[in-house]
């Protein structure tokens, strides 16, 4: 049986009743702030909206534009493309953020050494390194650049730096033939520097991971020259 109220709790208004009222008055009393709290909301929200579109239009469109360098860059050609490069500068400068951007940079280096532009080269090899970062950049890719930037320097006949370079590959990527070829190069260059005895070691270095016969004979034969060379130096001093 339904308890009965008395006439006091008749003339009182119920809970739900007094809540009910006290929102509706802040709600009156506040609706400029709230009406303004509410647009600040919907902006946060299409602004979001608008940068992920904006996002995924600005990454497609560099994408187009490095769609068509790449076409532009004919590996079998011996003319280095002017359409790829100017394509591919104009991606990295209308799109820097882009994904695809530290790419652009070294596909520039490699169309700059191809024509014989050694300090543009170096350039664009450097911002590939510097923005290709983190988790995203791939040690092959990487080992490449600084392979890239080597000769780059040793055509500069910057050695102390074509070295270093050589040296930066090599620690990226631990292959083994990988690891002698860039021994093998690195001995080139500390000859070129006159360091004769750095050379042959890591021309010996070299012919330890060497899986090619061609290359571990040539090596040998300039270890042989070597010799012969230091013999020669040392039968005229003592004369």
């Avoid at 280095?80 to 882009?98: C, G, I, N």
């Avoid at 005895?197 to 010996?204: D, F, G, K, S």
């Amino acid at each position: 049986m339904a308890k009965k109220l008395t006439k006091k709790q008749l003339k009182e208004p119920d809970e739900f009743q007094n809540v009910s009222m006290k929102v509706l008055q802040f709600v009156v009393k506040n609706r400029n702030r709230l009406y303004l709290s509410g647009a600040v909301l919907l902006a946060a929200v299409l602004a979001a909206a608008g940068y992920a579109y904006y996002e995924r239009s600005y990454e497609t469109k560099a994408l187009e534009l490095y769609a068509v360098a790449a076409k532009a860059a004919d590996p079998s050609s011996r003319i280095v493309p002017a359409d790829a490069v100017r394509t591919y500068e104009e991606l990295v400068t209308s799109y820097p953020r882009s994904d695809v951007a530290p790419l652009a940079y070294y596909h520039l280096g490699n169309l700059r050494y191809d024509a014989k532009e050694y300090d543009r080269a170096v350039e664009a090899y450097e911002r590939y390194i510097d923005g290709a970062s983190g988790k995203d950049k791939d040690p092959f890719m990487l080992s490449l650049a600084y392979y890239g930037m080597a000769y780059s320097f040793e055509n500069m006949k910057d050695y102390s730096k074509a070295l270093e370079a050589f040296q930066r590959s090599a620690e990226v990527n631990e292959d083994p033939p990988y690891r002698a070829m860039m021994d093998r190069n690195m001995g080139r260059v500390c000859e070129s520097m006159g360091n004769l005895v750095t050379a042959r070691e890591y021309y010996e270095k070299a012919l330890v991971n060497l899986k090619d016969p061609l290359m571990e004979q040539i090596i040998r034969v300039i270890l042989a020259r070597m010799e012969e060379s230091a013999a020669e130096k040392n039968s005229e001093k003592a004369s």
